[in-house]
Nanobody, 117 residues
Framework: QVQLVESGGGLVQAGGSLRLSCAAS????????MGWYRQAPGGQRELVAT???????NYADFVQGRFTISRNNAKTALYLQMKSLKPEDTAVYYC???????????WGQGTQVTVSS
């Protein structure tokens, strides 16, 4: 089992920045890919960014260079630096960790990001 706890969400004006954090604990040795997903009201959960065990990262098209995902070497912390935020970035942001052996996904409880226009 892997436990994930997000923090850092909040209310920000359009054009502003936020840094999301995710603290991971439990069976860290089983963690492979980690990432951030988001779900807007009435919408489906969608991928924002992922980072693999080898450090390679992947971003959704809508990020357009505005967000940066990072992780510490111990895989106990995951971050998402968000800049130039837009009202359409408003969503609950979820931290994700995937077991590299079973491919089971673990999720945090989510942190709300609200961008006002």
């Amino acid at each position: 089992q892997v436990q994930l706890v997000e923090s850092g969400g909040g209310l920000v004006q359009a054009g502003g920045s936020l840094r999301l954090s995710c603290a991971a604990s439990g069976s860290i040795g089983s963690v492979g890919r980690m990432g951030w997903y988001r779900q807007a009201p009435g919408g489906q959960r969608e991928l924002v960014a992922t980072v693999r065990s080898d450090g390679n990262s992947n971003y959704a098209d809508f990020v357009q260079g505005r967000f940066t995902i990072s992780r510490n070497n111990a895989k106990t912390a995951l971050y998402l630096q968000m800049k130039s935020l837009k009202p359409e970035d408003t969503a609950v942001y979820y931290c994700n960790a995937r077991n590299k052996f079973t491919l089971i996904n673990y999720w945090g409880q989510g942190t709300q990001v609200t961008v006002s226009s």
